[in-house]
């Protein structure tokens, strides 16, 4: 990642570069915690309105894109609680028909709402390991818990995941030349 940094003050990155920079990384956590575009991009919004509200104390961290993350997270978390307070509660996950040759699409999707089927917390860790690439000890620091129970909580969330998302057997084979099925393109996907 660079970052061009303000003229002069070298040890202070520009507010407009790292949201052209990382604001699409930023919002792909946002969209796999909150499973919704809309919310999303309102959690993106007001975790950058908080950030360059503070940015003077964000730009100098160690990690920028780090610290809007973690505002993000929080964010989501608060979100979630509040709709669990209120009662509100996802769709059970329909299991994708494993004949379809199309499937990859509809297990993708399966996957994601199961994703949001789990405890905020089992889901930030499973996104922040996976999405993110980091490791338990990173994901300790940033949610502030530590790494024994990073790695619980990430086994506990794949376990679940196995259960609610059947496993996938390979494409159907075309019949003429034994290649699998191609799967179709979407745009933006």
């Known amino acids: 990642m660079r970052i061009r940094r303000r003229g002069r003050d070298t040890g202070r990155i520009d507010f407009v570069e790292f949201v052209r920079q990382r604001s699409a990384a930023l919002f ?8 919704s575009q809309d919310t999303a991009e309102d959690l993106l919004q007001e975790a950058l309105e908080k950030a360059c509200r503070h940015w003077n104390r964000v730009a100098v961290a160690d990690s920028p894109e780090a610290y809007v993350r973690r505002i993000v997270v929080n ?4 979100r979630w609680r509040r709709l669990r307070r209120a009662g509100e509660r996802s769709d059970p996950v ?4 494993l004949r379809d040759p199309y499937r990859l699409v509809d297990l993708r999707d399966e996957l994601v709402q199961a994703l949001h089927a789990l405890p905020i917390g089992m889901r930030t860790v499973v996104v922040l390991h996976f ?3 980091m490791g338990d000890q990173e994901i300790a620091e940033t949610l502030r818990i530590s790494p024994s129970a990073v790695r619980s909580q990430l086994a506990r969330g794949l376990a679940k995941l ?6 996938s057997e ?3 084979r075309a ?14 996907a």
């Open 162 to 167: 196995r259960t609610a998302v059947p496993r």
């Open 94 to 97: 329909d299991h994708a028909d």
């Open 175 to 188: 019949p003429d030349d034994g290649r699998p099925t191609p799967l179709p393109q979407f745009e933006g």
């Open 131 to 133: 999405l993110h690439d």
């Open 28 to 35: 792909r956590t946002a969209y796999v915690l909150t499973g």
């Open 75 to 78: 964010l989501a978390n608060d």
């Open 170 to 172: 390979p494409p159907p």
